[in-house]
């Protein structure tokens, strides 16, 4: 497990104190990807930098399987990071070395021997299927080519931790998803807790079990993805789940049929289980009442499904309330919408 203890990190700029961290206190489960989300200069890759140390903490302590990184001495936590593999947004790499030279560059800095290099080497190759690209130049890959050598350099000493960087930033979407179904893969097979860093809603929806949403250096927001996304607190929380998953109707549209039947528009949230069955069917069989479905969307996040329905009831009060405690019953989340709900 990671944790973050009361964290803070500030620099000075031109006589002004620039806190990057403010008392962060955040727990990352060991073996799962955890995702970082936030808007530029919430701080989020100062936080993953901590990790490693690459930035030191003003206040606070790091604590990773039960060791207080910030109170290691430099020696110690040298032998530590090995234990910590990076990936970065521009891969990286030394341009005038080989695939194999980059791969091959951490296990030489720990002293492997030349034939436990060569069989590791081969066996990241496989791994990252770029076997026939062993002696080709960075200038030579694609940049998803470019980045699985990243992969497979930052896995070379058999890491505990991968960090990741805006690892797929700079990738277009079908490599992105290319390299992220790697990244669950190392996950999958190799158990290696993964921390990313990304300001994609969906690269956070594709892999990552939790999530922690920041903004001004500070956590504002954070759980279990699937409980993030069916039910965001934070307005930025809700800014960033609206990019893949609509979470609201338009206005002006809000507003027109507000005008003809008040408090009648209502959005649907079915999760799981819940998406699969034809709930909706059997309530209209049972209910005398109308149903307008204005909008529907459905998402799989990290295995599970949520599906969503912006729908107008109409009909007696009573019984659409019977109706609306018929839904509930079968584990649909019902929201009453309008201009100002």
Same mark, same amino acid.
């Not at 727990?27 to 100062?46: D, N, R, V």
């Not at 903004?215 to 934070?234: C, L, Y």
């Given at each position: 497990?990671?944790?973050?203890?009361?964290? $803070?990190?500030?620099y000075?700029?031109?006589?002004? #104190?620039?806190?990057?961290?403010?008392?962060?206190?955040?727990?990352?489960p060991? &073996?799962?990807?955890?995702?970082?989300? /936030?808007?530029? &200069?919430?701080?989020?890759? #100062?936080?993953?930098?901590?990790?490693?140390?690459?930035?030191?903490?003003?206040? /606070?302590? =790091?604590i990773?399987?039960?060791?207080?990184?910030?109170?290691? +001495? %430099?020696? *110690?936590?040298?032998?530590?990071? *090995?234990?910590?593999?990076?990936?970065?947004?521009?891969?990286?790499?030394?341009? *005038?070395?080989?695939?194999?030279?980059?791969?091959?560059?951490?296990?030489?800095?720990?002293?492997?021997?030349?034939?436990?290099?060569q069989?590791?080497?081969n066996?990241?190759l496989?791994?990252?299927?770029? %076997?026939?690209?062993k002696?080709? @130049?960075?200038?030579?890959?694609?940049?998803?080519?470019k980045?699985? =050598? &990243?992969i497979?350099?930052?896995?070379?000493?058999?890491?505990?931790?991968?960090?990741?960087?805006?690892?797929? $930033?700079?990738?277009?979407?079908?490599?992105?998803k290319?390299?992220?179904?790697?990244?669950k893969?190392?996950?999958?097979?190799? /158990?290696? #807790?993964?921390?990313?860093?990304?300001?994609?809603?969906?690269?956070?929806?594709?892999?990552?079990?939790h999530? %922690?949403?920041?903004?001004?250096?500070?956590?504002?927001?954070?759980?279990a993805?699937?409980?993030?996304?069916?039910?965001?607190?934070?307005?930025?929380?809700?800014?960033?789940?609206?990019? =893949?998953?609509?979470?609201?109707?338009?206005?002006?549209?809000? $507003?027109?049929?507000?005008?003809?039947?008040?408090?009648?528009? @209502?959005?649907?949230?079915?999760?799981?289980?819940?998406?699969?069955?034809?709930?909706?069917q059997?309530?209209?069989?049972?209910? +005398?009442?109308s149903?307008?479905?204005?909008? %529907?969307?459905? *998402?799989?996040?990290n295995? #599970?499904?949520?599906?969503?329905?912006? =729908?107008?009831?109409?009909?007696?009060?009573?019984?659409?309330?019977q109706?609306?405690?018929?839904?509930?019953q079968?584990?649909?989340?019902?929201?009453?919408?309008?201009?100002?709900?």
């Amino acid at each position: 497990m990671i944790q973050f203890k009361n964290i $803070s990190k500030h620099y000075q700029l031109k006589g002004q #104190t620039i806190r990057a961290l403010d008392q962060i206190n955040l727990e990352i489960p060991e &073996g799962s990807i955890f995702g970082i989300i /936030g808007y530029s &200069g919430a701080g989020k890759s #100062t936080l993953i930098r901590l990790i490693n140390l690459l930035e030191r903490p003003n206040e /606070g302590q =790091v604590i990773i399987h039960q060791k207080d990184f910030t109170a290691l +001495d %430099a020696r *110690t936590l040298r032998q530590e990071r *090995t234990n910590i593999g990076m990936i970065f947004q521009h891969f990286n790499l030394l341009e *005038t070395k080989t695939v194999a030279e980059n791969i091959e560059m951490p296990m030489k800095l720990v002293g492997l021997s030349k034939e436990k290099r060569q069989a590791r080497l081969n066996e990241l190759l496989t791994f990252i299927d770029l %076997a026939h690209k062993k002696n080709a @130049y960075p200038d030579e890959l694609s940049g998803g080519q470019k980045q699985r =050598v &990243g992969i497979a350099r930052a896995l070379a000493n058999h890491p505990k931790i991968l960090l990741c960087d805006e690892a797929t $930033s700079a990738l277009d979407p079908q490599t992105t998803k290319s390299v992220l179904e790697l990244l669950k893969k190392i996950n999958r097979e190799q /158990g290696i #807790t993964i921390v990313m860093v990304t300001h994609e809603m969906d690269v956070i929806e594709r892999v990552c079990d939790h999530v %922690a949403v920041m903004e001004a250096g500070k956590v504002i927001e954070m759980g279990a993805t699937i409980d993030i996304f069916s039910n965001p607190q934070h307005p930025t929380t809700k800014n960033f789940i609206q990019t =893949v998953l609509q979470q609201q109707l338009p206005r002006n549209i809000l $507003s027109q049929l507000e005008h003809q039947h008040e408090h009648s528009i @209502y959005c649907l949230q079915f999760l799981g289980k819940a998406a699969q069955q034809p709930v909706i069917q059997q309530m209209l069989k049972q209910f +005398d009442i109308s149903l307008n479905i204005l909008f %529907a969307n459905m *998402t799989e996040i990290n295995g #599970t499904v949520i599906g969503q329905m912006f =729908v107008q009831l109409l009909g007696d009060e009573q019984i659409l309330q019977q109706a609306i405690d018929y839904l509930k019953q079968h584990e649909v989340e019902v929201r009453q919408e309008g201009v100002l709900a």
